[in-house]
Nanobody
Framework: QVQLAESGGGSVQTGGSLRLSCTGS????????MAWFRQAPGKQREAVAG????????FYADSVKGRFTVSHDIANNTLYLQMNTLKPEDAAVYYC?????????????????WGQGTQVTVSA
């Protein structure tokens, strides 16, 4: 029933920017955790950034701090990831995830609901 619709992936040159969007539907909005994960070929899936929507408390992977910004629009239940100064190592399929159960520690919780993924390519 829960659906996460992702968009915004694409191909950019090193140093470029992209903004990913993820709209949640199929559930009544209450404060919850949403996050972005990414997986590159041959690599483990890793958490990139996330937010607890009730307080706007965020977390980031060290590798993206200062370059990426995660935010959430309650009115549309849409999660965003503004990605600046992109590097080749940022290339991956990016997945939106949500945990709609009671939780606030969004860097710690398990995510049960996943989007289909959106491809980000960064060329030299």
């Amino acid at each position: 029933q829960v659906q996460l619709a992702e968009s915004g992936g694409g191909s950019v040159q090193t140093g470029g920017s992209l903004r990913l969007s993820c709209t949640g539907s199929g559930y009544t909005y209450r404060a919850h955790c949403m996050a972005w994960f990414r997986q590159a070929p041959g690599k483990q899936r890793e958490a990139v950034a996330g937010v607890y929507t009730g307080t706007a408390n965020t977390f980031y992977a060290d590798s993206v701090k200062g370059r990426f910004t995660v935010s959430h629009d309650i009115a549309n239940n849409t999660l965003y990831l503004q990605m600046n100064t992109l590097k080749p190592e940022d290339a991956a399929v990016y997945y939106c995830a949500a945990n709609i159960h009671p939780a606030t520690a969004c860097a710690r919780v398990e995510y049960q609901h996943w989007g289909q993924g959106t491809q980000v390519t960064v060329s030299a």
